[in-house]
């Protein structure tokens, strides 16, 4: 097995939300009386990493952790003990960084916030991440989410004086019935708080969701008013002094999201909990998405071989940093330099970076720079 001393982070997955939104495709049960056996769940896999035995070296266990990112569904639902204990959990179990990342997905909504947003703060949480979405009413309801935008806003304020300096908002794109007018309203309201950082993902239809469904009823922007919303918004933001730091990713300063940025960079990660993926060892596995599998002990199942330098590049071309052409390939270069005449890529000291257009086609891309690798 192949051993490595790298640093790595530690994604957490909680499969817990109040409702199931209507567009949205990602593993959660509603029903939460399972809440503290899948806490000890976790913590069993931490120490013991039963789930991934043959897939894990021991020496795992001597790598330093420099991140923990708690993703669901709505990590928010678990109390600040339940968080807290986990982060012990963690850092009994390995080396944590001084300095190490810890992010929590929130809710808005969610309940009492002063006290959530202090105990969460008191755990050792210090980055924030909360679902606005919009701060438009009618594209609020046309998403089916619960709350209002006041509740970001009060969240975002109570986080902030809880000591949580690092906040982010998820802000989304090519809404039924959005506009490029309503877009701003949702990005002014977000930058109108004390955000570090904003993640704007392009609404997709993703099988087995309601908006699937239904899709032909909905009010969906087209392809060129969502192409154009986006460069909109790259030009927007940027004029407000935010970094263009990944395809959906903006920060002020150096506020990136550490944990998300070293999956781009192709670094390693342990998933814990139903429907977590882990990169770890060059291997790729995953927990199936079934919380009563993972309570009872159900291994993860094997994902191929990863970090090829395929799987490098592809991730890099996300990011502002690109990718560093190959010298050797000449066939890369001159499609590089094609994409360069397109405006869609900036070659620049050795390496491929996408414009922000190249963003907007990054699929076609992407594989179209892969094919001459
Ligand atoms: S969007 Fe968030 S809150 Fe809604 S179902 Fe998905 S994970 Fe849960």
């Known amino acids: 097995m192949t051993s490595s001393k790298e640093p790595f982070g530690i994604y957490i997955h909680v499969p817990f939300c109040l409702s199931k939104c209507p567009y949205c495709d990602f593993y959660s049960e509603r029903d939460q009386k399972l809440v503290p056996n899948y806490v000890e769940a976790v913590k069993t896999e931490l120490r013991t990493l039963e789930r991934c035995k043959g897939f894990v070296s021991p020496d795992i266990y001597e790598r330093e952790v420099t ?217 790729r596995f995953y927990s199936e998405r079934d919380l009563r599998g993972f309570l009872n002990g159900q291994k993860c199942v094997y994902d191929g071989p990863g970090g090829t330098e395929e799987e490098r590049l592809m991730l890099a071309l996300r990011t502002d940093e690109g990718a560093a052409a190959p010298d050797t390939n000449a066939a890369f270069k001159k499609r590089a330099a094609e994409f360069a005449a397109m405006g869609l890529v900036n070659c620049k000291n050795g390496r491929a970076v996408l414009t922000e257009k190249g963003f907007l086609l990054s699929n076609y891309v992407i594989s179209e720079l892969l094919s001459v690798m």
């Open 67 to 283: 991140s923990i990112y708690f993703g669901g569904g709505t990590p928010s639902l678990l109390a600040p003990s339940h968080i807290g204990s986990v982060i012990k959990c963690v850092k009994e179990s390995f080396p944590v960084s001084t300095d190490a990342e810890i992010t929590l997905e929130c809710n808005p909504s969610v309940k009492e916030k002063d006290a959530f947003f202090l105990g969460i703060r008191q755990a050792g949480v210090n980055r924030v991440s909360l679902g606005l979405q919009s701060a438009v009413l009618s594209e609020r309801r046309a998403l089916g989410r619960l709350g209002s935008p006041e509740d970001a806003k009060n969240a975002v304020l109570a986080a902030k004086s809880a000591g949580i300096d690092d906040i982010s908002l998820d802000i989304m794109l090519g809404i039924p019935g959005q506009t490029e007018e309503t877009l701003k309203e949702s990005l002014d309201f977000a930058l109108s708080l004390p955000v570090t950082h904003l993640s704007v993902y392009i609404l997709k239809l993703e099988e087995g969701t309601l908006f699937y469904k239904r899709r032909e009823t909905l009010s969906l922007p087209d392809d060129d008013q969502t192409a154009d919303m986006y460069l909109f918004m790259c030009s927007y933001l940027k004029e407000k002094g935010m970094r263009h730091y990944e395809i959906s990713n903006f920060c002020f300063g150096d506020n990136i999201g550490r944990h998300n940025m070293s999956y781009w960079r192709c670094s390693e990660y342990l998933g814990v909990g139903p429907a977590a993926h882990s990169f770890v060892n060059s291997k």
